[in-house]
């Protein structure tokens, strides 16, 4: 079956070299290409980027299912013409035809992730994990090769990076994402009438845990003084058990620009919600599956930045007591996300 898949691929890559080549005829624009499959709009950072640079933008998730796949194929033809017509190519995931192809010398590949910060392992160091990929498929489709530079977002995210993406040193760069002054720039919601929560977890394969998780949060929750927002990854099925949850369709910064306060576990969303200045409480229900399942880059029990909750009354009674320490929250923060480094000129 390997050696199948292998004689597939390597078809596959033929032709598809075959093809960029020929595309790559014409001579580059001055633009960059910002490609994506975390989503079929366009975050933050590529609009922000966008409104700075020339470009093309293209952003495009791969739907489940054999069809899912073969639909998307298309879409790889037109990331192909798009390089082969620019500078500078960014990402904010892994882009198969940027790691699987050859490249001209000249063209710059950029990887700034989607996330800030280093907690959960991802990438490479994953490999392998149940949360992660397998290294014989790594292998294969040649897992984040082809990369100029790559961006850790301050000087302590740096061996993380390195080890998520396999480069050296030289080829990672500091700097946040492009949105990090936006979010330090808003002003503290003032809080009128009822509490706002927001219940904001990260993606687990398993679901059913999360969703225990939730329903012992509800069953728990203070309803006549506070209000519950939740919001889930977009793969996580999520069925609030209490009518008066809110399900938010919004991104997570976005519902939590409503919030008074957070309740995460190990997302890297945190590091968005500390640069907001929302207190952040830490429901860590299957922090020893998590870590035999994921692992971390740092040692997150000592080093996160507030107590952690094994069960729901215990977060509920600590934003009760307001509890939160926003002191050694921005401390964290400014450890990992650091808004002195200016993010790079790309043309």
Known sequence: ????????????????????WLFRLRRPKRRICLISRQSDQASIDFKILAGLYPHVLLCKTIK????????????????????AGAQVVVLDGYCLVVSLLSHRSTLRVIQ?????????????????????RSRQTAELLHMHQGYSLVLASSKACIPSVMEAFGYPREQVICAPL???????ELPPKTRTGKLQVL????FRLQGERLQRALERL?????????DLTLSAHPLSKLDPPDPRVRVSRQSTIQAASQADLC????SAVMFDL????????????????????RDFFIDFVAEAPGPLYPDATSVVAAICADTADTTLQQAFLKRYVDLDRPFPALL
């Not at 489940?64 to 390089?83: R, V």
């Open 274 to 293: 500390m640069l907001m200045h929302k207190p952040l409480y830490f429901y860590t229900f299957d922090l020893t599956e998590y870590l035999q399942e």
């Open 263 to 266: 309740v995460v576990d190990y």
């Open 178 to 184: 492009p949105h990090a002054w936006s979010l330090a």
């Open 64 to 83: 489940a299912g054999l069809f899912g796949k073969l639909a998307y194929l298309p879409h790889m033809f037109k990331q192909l013409w798009c390089i």
């Open 112 to 132: 700034i992730w989607h996330a800030m910060g280093t907690l959960k392992k991802y990438g490479l160091a994953a490999l392998g994990r149940p949360g992660g």
């Open 1 to 20: 079956m390997l050696l199948l898949k292998k004689a597939i691929l390597t078809c596959a890559r033929g032709f598809l070299q075959l093809v960029y």
């Open 218 to 226: 509800c069953a728990c929750f203070d309803f006549e003084h506070m």
């Open 199 to 202: 219940y904001a977890p990260t």
